[in-house]
């Protein structure tokens, strides 16, 4: 009876939660068995030869990973990466690879991962060594770009950033691979190796012949100096002389004619008095003797003087370059672009005595360091004709003030330190033909007030660290052409507080504006250079950008 009650119990059970004509209810709970369990149990798939095979060589020879969007941002790593990334203090940013990169790898993986986005092309760096726990490796970072166009089921595009280690044993076992092979080219290399050492031998003579050319040119350079500031003197004592002999000459015609007037008026007084016996010679008769006693002086040093004019000339083959001197001592004039180009050949370095320096028209070039540390040099006149200031042309030239660039109508490029430590510059007009200012052109030009750019300026790349250290530029509206501003550009620009930076600006370098305590804003016309890795790098705090 009791196992019966138990049946229908159980029946009872099942027909409650039976589904009547197939269908749920429409309103209300479904209620389900509290002791209704699936258990199901899945055995594991036995993995194959090649699985096996495949899992082990990417635990031993598989490199680690990170994928990225283009602006850096963390979307999955792969393998060990903690030699080369490492958590970036603070609450945002902290998945981006370029702040979590470690310093020694973050410029080389900036400057990869920017070529990568930008050509939509794989890209790879040098070899950078790192120090490890117990070796230094040698790293290669690649990035690979994964774009949505090769692929129909990707709505975005990433960037698959690779880690290549190269640890020291490869490099030893390279070094011994081509140590082998010299040892089995040992007879080659002997021959080559001597005939190395005949060219060194060589070059070492070529070597000691140019320096007693240099030793020569320097004495004839002196030599030529000494002949020019005799030939001044001889000129200027010439010139008096010849003044002198003017007022002689012109003396003595007064004396001729007053004497040969008194000539005829005084045998009329002497005629009643010819016993008495005569005077003393009149004084108008000394003087005119002293006269051409000094009237023959006169003209027998002048004559001196050209006797060694002339000798002067014969010895030096009556060179007109050597006859050719300078208005003033401290003025650098040049007859026409040719002899200036003679000149560059030797340079004016460390002369300390150049003033002013005026080029001819006709000069396009400015050799590299022509001018380099003439510290006393103060004024320099341009041709129009000029394109090119090569690097470290006025370098150092600390008391340059006058710098006026304004008639150079075709000067495209200013090279590398060509104006660096010129401590006078205050004011800067760069003229509208220029394309690019190199690395360090103006660095530590402190007097630096006004930097004015023209209306057409052509101006398209500022290299890096052009104008740091100018601690007095306060306001700079750069020209819209401009494409490229380099590392550290405005690096320390104390008294900087405002600037315009062009709607066709495509790369701004780390730490362009570090040091910039007074910068409050920055305009910005093209606003994709704020999706640009690592744009605000050493930005200094609290920048408004508008």
Not at 323 to 329: A, E, L
Request: some cysteine; charged content about 25%; overall charge negative.
């Amino acid at each position: 009876m009791e196992d019966l009650n138990k049946s229908k119990h159980v029946f009872q059970s099942k027909n409650k939660f039976r589904l009547k004509n197939r269908f749920l209810p429409l309103t209300g709970r479904l209620d389900w068995p509290s002791f209704f369990t699936i258990v199901r149990s899945v055995k594991p798939k036995q993995k194959t030869v090649h699985e096996l095979t495949q899992e082990a060589l990417l635990k031993v020879y598989a490199a680690s990973g990170v994928l990225v969007d283009k602006l850096g941002n963390i979307r999955y790593v792969y393998g060990h990466t903690g030699l080369f990334l490492e958590p970036a203090q603070g609450y945002s940013g902290f998945n981006n690879v370029l702040k979590m990169a470690r310093s020694k790898l973050r410029r080389d993986l900036h400057k990869t991962l920017h070529q990568a986005v930008t050509r939509q092309t794989a890209a790879s760096s040098a070899l950078i060594p790192i120090k490890g726990d117990r070796e230094t490796v040698s790293i290669i970072i690649r990035v690979i770009p994964l774009l949505r166009k090769s692929s129909t089921a990707q709505d975005e595009d990433f960037y698959l950033i690779i880690f290549e280690q190269k640890p020291n044993h490869q490099v030893a076992t390279d070094d011994l691979s081509a140590l082998s092979k010299e040892v089995a080219d040992r007879p080659q290399l002997t021959q080559i190796t001597a005939e190395i050492e005949t060219a060194a031998a060589k070059l070492a003579d070529l070597q000691k012949e140019l320096d007693n050319t240099h030793l020569e040119l320097e004495l004839s350079r002196n030599q030529l100096q000494a002949v020019k500031l005799n030939t001044v003197r001889a000129e200027t004592e010439l010139q008096t002389l010849t003044e002198k002999i003017t007022i002689s000459q012109e003396q003595l015609q007064t004396l001729s004619d007053e004497l040969s007037h008194a000539s005829s008026i005084e045998p009329l007084a002497a005629e009643p008095d010819q016993d008495k016996p005569n005077p003393q010679p009149l004084p108008r008769a000394e003087g005119l003797d002293t006269i051409k006693h000094e009237l023959l002086m006169a003209s027998q040093a002048l004559q001196e003087k050209n006797d060694i004019l002339e000798k002067m000339n014969a010895s030096f083959g009556n060179d007109p370059e050597l006859i050719h001197t300078n208005s003033q001592p401290h003025e650098l004039n040049f007859k026409d672009a040719n002899e200036f180009m003679m000149a560059a050949n030797h340079g004016y370095r460390h002369d300390n005595e150049i003033k002013l320096v005026h080029i001819p028209e006709g000069v396009d070039v400015i050799k590299r360091s022509m001018f380099y540390k003439c510290t006393q040099l103060e004024t320099v006149i341009f041709p129009s004709t000029l394109k090119t200031i090569e690097d470290f042309a006025f370098y150092g030239c600390e008391k340059l003030n006058n710098l006026n660039l304004n008639n150079c109508t075709v000067l495209e490029v200013i090279g590398t330190s060509a104006f660096e430590g010129c401590l006078s510059i205050t004011d800067l007009a760069i003229p509208d033909s220029l394309i690019e200012i190199e690395e360090a052109a103006f660095l530590g030009c402190r007097a630096l007030e006004t930097l004015q750019f023209q209306v057409n300026c052509q101006l398209e790349i500022l290299g890096s660290h052009v104008f740091k250290d100018c601690q007095k530029l306060e306001k700079i509206i750069l020209p819209d052409q401009i494409k490229h501003i380099g590392i550290s550009c405005f690096y320390n620009c104390r008294n900087l507080s405002e600037i315009h930076l062009p709607k066709e600006l495509e790369t701004l370098g780390e730490y362009a504006f570090f040091g910039c305590d007074a910068l409050t804003e920055i305009k910005l016309t093209n606003k994709k250079i704020l999706k640009q890795p690592g744009f605000s790098v050493g930005f200094p705090d609290g920048v408004k950008l508008w």
